[in-house]
């Protein structure tokens, strides 16, 4: 059974550092990850969307790996700010159809002026 | 337009109560899913429906009850639900690999 967990579980921060945060599943066998944002009380904002044969994706300050052999991801938020704000969940496919997504418990990250 | 829409926002229903929350999406998309979150919580996926079929029940109990009307719209019909089936409730459309989340709807049953 795909478990995935993120590290840390929360994470505070003042405006301008460099961020990462971490994601690891038990089966490597996945079609692909995804990251999202999630804001208090709100629907869930896709990030990036890693492929099973991409090893990275970039999007503005945000940058995802994958290293499927180590069941590991990693989100790189650089130069953050305070808007940065919100919980972040990753996400493992596997395969099999319906792209039934597995989520991490998330990371709430707080980024003060 | 990459945006799915989710009405109600807010819900507030008694556990003898029948209600809908209906989810829309204009993109295309040939696949929906219906999750809920508990708070603090990852969402838990419930259904998913495939070309406006069911394609899987996550072992949702019977009284939510889905509906896929067309390729557009989703709805889920609420009956008789328990106080801890208060939660977010999200849907999403999918189009090949990425999902799209719309707002949710906050349902509370006292």
């Known amino acids: 059974k795909q478990e995935v967990t993120q590290i840390p579980a929360a994470l505070s921060v003042p405006e301008g550092e460099n961020l990462v945060l971490n994601c690891s599943f038990t089966?490597?066998?996945?079609?692909?990850l995804q990251w999202f944002r999630q804001d208090p009380g709100k629907g869930l904002t896709s990030l990036l969307l890693i492929q099973s044969s991409q090893r990275e994706q970039t999007s503005g300050r945000l940058n995802a790996s994958l290293d499927k052999s180590s069941g590991r991801s990693t989100l790189y938020i650089a130069a953050s700010q305070p808007g940065d704000s919100a919980t972040y969940l990753c996400?493992?496919?596997?395969?099999?159809?319906?792209?039934?997504?597995?989520f991490g418990a998330g990371t709430r990250l707080a980024v003060h002026p | 337009d990459t945006e799915v829409t989710q009405t109600p926002k807010h819900l507030v229903m008694g556990m003898t109560n029948k209600k809908s929350l209906k989810c829309e999406q204009h993109?295309?998309?040939?696949?929906m899913y219906w999750y809920k979150q508990k708070a603090k919580k990852p969402p838990e996926l419930m259904f998913v429906?495939?070309?406006?079929?069911?394609?899987i029940n996550e072992s949702v109990p019977s009284r939510f009850s889905p509906e896929c009307p067309n390729s557009s719209l989703l709805n889920l019909h609420l009956h008789a639900l328990q106080p801890e089936d208060s939660a977010l409730y999200l849907c999403?459309?999918?189009?090949?690999?990425?999902?799209?989340f719309g707002p949710g709807t906050r349902l509370t049953v006292t």
């Open positions: 999403a459309s999918r189009e090949n690999d990425e999902q799209y």
């Open positions: 429906y495939s070309y406006e079929k069911l394609s």
């Open positions: 993109m295309g998309h040939r696949a």
């Open positions: 089966d490597s066998a996945i079609y692909n």
């Open positions: 996400a493992v496919i596997g395969w099999g159809g319906y792209n039934k997504l597995i």
